[in-house]
């Protein structure tokens, strides 16, 4: 099944699935199946990109479901882990460099109503499609979420898409 119908650009002008004068369909079909499935891992890991793009488009390749999905699972996992992990480190530096503040962006005070209405669940398995996983990590523990709580949900949410995404790549 080839992919170049595919074209998600957002409208901030980024195609999320071109890596560099590649898309992620020609970087994972021009390389050895070990390489694949890194590269899998890598894009699953990356923000923007994660999941819902690499599943597909290894499926579709004709690579293993279930390895796909595994590294596919792996590399979104991780990154969120880390971001949990470290978040006072993180949401220090930030402050440090005056990239967030006391005044949330208009954008935060809806993913607070999101999670004031829906709780730690509703935000974590919304996450992938309203904000990414990686954000979602970080807001939703400057939103209060005690970081094991955080570490379920998102783990929860990751494997829930991770199992619904590749099912569904494979009934096309």
Do not use: C
């Not at 955080?150 to 898409?161: D, E, G, K, N």
């Amino acid at each position: 099944m080839h992919l170049t119908g595919l074209d998600p650009t957002f409208s901030l002008g980024v195609n999320p699935l071109l890596i560099g004068d590649l898309s992620i369909e020609e970087s994972l079909r021009n390389t050895s199946p070990l390489v694949q499935y890194v590269l899998v891992f890598i894009f699953a890991a990356t923000p923007a990109l994660e999941l819902w793009a690499v599943i597909p488009i290894g499926i579709a390749l004709g690579m293993n479901p279930l390895g796909v999905a595994i590294f596919g699972f792996l590399g979104n996992i991780i990154p969120v882990y880390l971001v949990i992990i470290f978040f006072t480190r993180i949401k220090n530096w930030l402050q440090a460099r005056e990239y967030i503040g006391e005044n949330p962006a208009k954008s935060r005070k809806r993913s607070y109503k999101f999670f004031k209405k829906y709780g730690l669940p509703g935000f974590a398995v919304g996450a992938p499609f309203l904000v990414g996983v990686h954000i979602a990590a970080f807001l939703v523990l400057t939103m209060g979420a005690k970081r094991r709580k955080a570490l379920l949900w998102m783990t929860v949410s990751i494997a829930f898409w991770t199992v619904i995404l590749t099912t569904a790549s494979l009934a096309l």
